[in-house]
């Protein structure tokens, strides 16, 4: 636990530190594509010194000038496949986007959407020595939370305060500096396989970048393709990605469930490629331009000229109709989203006051799914993309970048985690010279 | 997995870790400049410095600095060709050409022109002098002389003052010029403008009118013929000398057997008579008192 506070601390220095400097790199490692952004922050909200978000939320802090998209490489269901394939792929959008800023970045902030996320709500409590609520009271609290054993192999990804309770009155956002007895709190805290966030740094790594921050990708898209008033009220932001959905549930601005299913696009283009004996590449083509998942009698007569490079003119020459392929999708993208019903029920999507369910990820882009979605999700279902950011060029403001523009808005507005929070002294080892340091500076 | 053993694949998008590590050095602002504005300048200055301090090139430089500057400056436009002098008196064109000592024909950026307006005007004779060079290759010397007011007897020499007192020239004998008046004593030349005051206030005894003599620096004395004198004070000697030449007109002073009118007190005129003259006023004065006694 020691361990993970500190590394966790360490990248968020990392991530002070790049903001100092002013350049960060954004990368969202996807099993489809690899995005590269990099922002500067230099924009008049950086020197701002009141507090409060700011105007246009706070994006105004900051500036995409370079980005840069591959096709990924090694990665499958959001997970680092094949290391070297991965780190050439990550190589080629780096260098992309470094040329098109023009600027060197040493600092990258990461989202995969693998690695199996499982949430678990933490809850602590503790007595209150003054009356008044202060950082340490805080700190104190969170330390206080009785931690799960998730497991060896599991790393905690994110850690956040979601809920605060003073005596009897719930509900607080932010509990310092009011008065009362007893302090409670709910913490949200993600882990994931700590095998593959182990393979994703070491990637990096050998990319000469430095890690300043990792999320998941479910959490990053729910940032950007939720409304405000979507994250205050509750809703959930499912992201169809290329290997994976991930789901992530928010409310009072609080990611407060997180989870992923281990199926996206490319099992869609599989599907096709088996269903039609054409590679991989043919059916993605097809998939894109083609697709769609609800059938009309119109598309009995579209025929797609599905080719072949085989030489044997009958079997290169062959034809399916549109209808027969939205047959072959229809069933994966049902399945899909089946899926996340369960996870949703599971999450008890269904106890929340909104029931609002925005689609996005680059899956979310066939056609027909606003159509086909709410059978199985139920009505209130949108189609999500992600917020504008100043200067991100418009191939990259599409739904399949939400994970990565909502990597951006929160390497600019961090939410507090349980790391951002001195450690309390009780945590300390009972005799260590920082115990005696921290209780001198505690106490005078 | 990619096979150990087989080729790299024809055509990698992703760049290679070399590549990839040199664009980031490359993106880096201090080696970017470094090599962008570092290297070259460097080169230049090492370069240059080596090429400049070889004695050879230095040579082969300064021959060609030199060929340039000749090619120019020995254009005829820019030939001096004879100087002509104007406003001066023969000896002092003569004087002006000798101490310049120009060979012409030469060219105009030899000429030093600064240099020999200070030589022409340190001469005595010249009051001032404007040179300039003329179209047609003539460098043209305007002078002003100085005019000869008076002349100046020191201990061992003769020489010829402006109105102002400044030296023109040096003569042999006083006959050269017999029309200027004469002055004498030492510090007289500081004191040429009040001489010539006094010298048109003595108009009227002109034709006795041996000169001026400097006193102690201070005052004048103007000298007659028969030796006689005035000594004038040193302030408004001008009214004490029309006082003097009042009493001549009135009582015939000057033609009297007198040898100093002091007039250095001006409310006490002293008068000194010559020795003859002493002798006859104390034998009358022998006389009258003889006579009274008698």
Known sequence: MTDLYQRQRAMRNMRLAAMQRGVVAILDLGTSKIACLILRFDGPETFRDSDGIGSLAGQSSFRVIGAATTRSRGVRFGEIDAMAETERATRTAVQAAQKMAGVRVDHVIACFSGARPRSYGLAGAIDLHEGMVTDTDVARVLAACDVPDYGDDREVLHAQPVNFALDHRSGLNDPRGQIGNRLACDMHMLTVDSDVIGNLIHCIRRCDLELAGVASSAYASGISSLVEDEQELGAACVDLGGGSTGISIFIKKHMIYADSVRLGGEHVTQDISKGFQIPLATAERIKTFHGGVIATGMDDREMIEIGGQTGDWEHDRRTVSRAELIGIMRPRVEEILEEVRVRLDAAGFEHLPSQQIVLTGGASQVPGLDALAPRILGQQVRMGHPLRVQGLPQAATGAAFSSAVGLCLFAAHPQDEWWDFEVPIERYPARSLRRAVKWFRDNW | ?294
């Open chain 2, 1 to 294: 997995m990619r096979s150990l053993s087989a080729q790299a694949p024809r055509r990698d998008p992703a760049p290679s870790r070399v590549a990839y590590r040199f664009q980031r050095l490359w993106l880096t602002p201090v080696f970017r400049s470094l090599v962008r504005t570092g290297l070259p300048s460097f080169a230049l200055v090492v370069g240059l410095g080596a090429y400049l301090t070889d004695e050879a090139t230095q040579d082969t430089l300064d021959a060609a600095i030199a060929d340039l500057r000749a090619s120019v400056a020995e254009r005829p436009e820019f030939t001096v060709n004879l100087m002509a002098i104007d406003g001066a008196s023969d000896g002092l064109a003569e004087d002006i050409r000798e101490i310049l000592s120009l060979d012409f024909p030469l060219s105009s950026f030899d000429l030093d022109i600064d240099a020999i307006h200070e030589r022409v005007s340190g001469l005595d004779a010249v009051a001032s002098a404007r040179l300039q060079i003329r179209s047609g290759g003539i460098l043209s010397v305007e002078i002003v002389e100085r005019v000869p007011a008076v002349v100046w007897r020191t201990a061992d020499m003769l020489e010829l003052l402006d109105a102002e007192g400044r030296r023109v020239a040096a003569i042999d004998s006083r006959t050269e010029r017999p029309d200027l008046p004469l002055l004498a004593g030492v510090g007289a030349d500081a004191a040429v403008p009040q001489a010539l005051d006094i010298l048109a206030a003595a108009a009227p005894l002109a034709d006795r009118l041996r000169g001026l003599v400097r006193m102690g620096e201070r005052r004048w004395d103007v000298v007659l013929d028969r030796d006689q004198r005035i000594q004038l004070p040193e302030t408004a000697p001008i009214i004490a000398l029309e006082k003097v030449i009042a009493l001549d007109k009135a009582q015939d002073l000057l033609a009297r057997d007198i040898s100093v009118i002091d007039m250095r007190n001006p409310v006490r005129p002293t008068l000194r008579l010559a020795e003859p003259a002493l002798e006859e006023l104390t034998r009358i004065r022998a006389i009258e008192r003889g006579g009274q006694n008698r």
